[in-house]
């Protein structure tokens, strides 16, 4: 079955930073698009990023631009995003999530989504 | 971006009642509308994806409806296992985007 498990969070001071990692298991993951989706703290979902199946094209909300970056290991079979100059309100649970959609097509559909990782920003 | 609503942001129901969640988008999303489920300390589940289409594994007391800028969801009858959040998604524009969620507990 689908198994996506994240870690790499913690407690970082502002400026910092930070790479979260999600392990999959369970599906041909370098047939899918993978996404990062964030919760802060008692609030809503925000999706993040996304990543091709091949690493080839990548796309970000607006305000993380600049500062994260989502990476992919095919070989290992596991996602990335590195999170620069954190900011407090970069505070959340981060979630990966597969795409439902196999190939060049994204649906922007999460399907399956891992279990989170937390990433406290604070001094 | 598309901004989701729902409505209503909570509400208490007894087990076996029928339940439906409202969603709303601030423009057309055709049928591009997913549902997922979300307890406390775990990660959302999907149930509904392309507005009505169970997710894998999802018991049918689940449903959805709508079109353009008006959808549901409806439990059929609410189970002890149903008590949680509830959030709309579209996927029609990029960015997707979220409703802020309903919460449903137990009256």
């Known amino acids: 079955q689908v198994q996506l498990v994240e870690s790499g969070g913690g407690v970082v001071q502002p400026g910092r930073s930070l790479r979260l990692s999600c392990a999959a298991s369970g599906f041909t993951f370098n047939s899918y698009a993978m996404h990062w989706v964030r919760q802060a703290p008692g609030k809503g979902l925000e999706w993040v990023a996304v990543?091709?199946?091949?690493?080839?094209?990548?796309y970000y909300v607006d305000s993380v631009k600049g500062r994260f970056t989502i990476s992919r290991d095919n070989s290992e079979n596991t996602l990335y995003l590195q999170i620069d100059s954190l900011r407090a309100e970069d505070t959340a649970v981060y979630y990966c999530a597969k795409d439902l959609h196999s190939g060049t097509y994204y649906s922007y559909y999460f399907d399956y989504w891992g279990q989170g990782t937390l990433v406290t920003v604070s001094s | 971006d598309i901004q989701m609503t729902q409505s209503p942001s909570s509400l208490s129901a007894s087990v076996g009642d029928r339940v439906t969640i409202t969603c709303r988008a601030s423009q057309g999303i055709r049928n591009y509308l997913a549902w997922f489920q979300q307890k406390p300390g775990q990660a959302p589940k999907s149930l509904i994806y392309?507005?009505?289409t169970l997710q894998s594994g999802v018991p049918s007391k689940f449903s959805g409806s709508g079109s353009g800028t008006d959808f549901t969801l409806t439990i059929s009858s609410l189970q002890s296992e149903d008590f949680a959040t509830y959030f709309c998604q579209q996927y029609n524009s990029f960015p997707p985007t979220f409703g802020p969620g309903t919460k449903v507990d137990i009256k």
């Open positions: 990543i091709s199946y091949d690493g080839s094209n990548k």
């Open positions: 392309a507005t009505s």
